[in-house]
């Protein structure tokens, strides 16, 4: 993105907005498979409760990357439900510019002391990219191995402290509990 830098920007919103959906949705499906994805009424249902927020990174008016954030306030977290960048896009700089871009909108909110985001942990080729490009963002991955009753995959949590001072809980479990309580009031009607 080195050279389209003034063509980027970066929009984030906690209201459902049907018209960035529709935008944002195909972008989604390409990063996350059936099983691994929220459906539309459940993402919908997120944003009624006022537990999330959808980010978009957009070249021109192109939609290059999405995500779905939430809150804990237990641990003053930013949980990353969902972020994916455009499959054509990838490998140019868009995911580091986009982290760092909802990074920095979660380093001004008062309540939050860091990032925490879930990393398929069997070590396939696609799963260790991905743990790298956390890491390369600063965040640190625990050991703890997370398995859900609801998707085959299991997951080790990674975490980025925004204050050496008051840092987030390096234990996978802790991360998980918060984490797992997101996921519950998702899918809770």
């Excluded at 306030?73 to 580091?96: Q, S």
């Excluded at 050991?143 to 996978?172: C, K, N, Q, T």
């Amino acid at each position: 993105m080195e050279n389209k830098e003034n063509q980027y920007h970066y929009y984030s919103t906690d209201q459902w907005d049907e018209a960035l959906w529709r935008q944002a949705e195909p972008v989604y499906h390409m990063g996350f498979p059936e099983h691994g994805r929220k459906s539309k009424t459940i993402i919908q249902r997120m944003f009624d409760k006022r537990m999330c927020r959808l980010h978009a990174a957009f070249d021109g008016s192109e939609l290059v990357a999405m995500a779905l954030t939430g809150m804990d306030l237990e641990l003053k977290a930013l949980l990353i439900d969902y972020l994916t960048v455009h499959t054509n896009r990838r490998g140019e700089g868009v995911g580091h510019l986009f982290l760092r871009n909802i990074q920095e909108q979660a380093i001004h909110a008062e309540t939050c002391q860091g990032i925490i985001v879930e990393a398929e942990a069997e070590e396939t080729p696609i799963n260790l990219q991905r743990i790298r490009f956390w890491e390369s963002c600063g965040f640190q991955l625990t050991d703890y191995v997370h398995h859900y009753r609801w998707v085959p995959e299991r997951y080790r949590a990674m975490a980025l402290s925004f204050h050496p001072d008051a840092p987030l809980p390096v234990d996978g479990k802790e991360l998980f509990r918060a984490i797992t309580g997101f996921h519950e009031q998702a899918y809770r009607k």
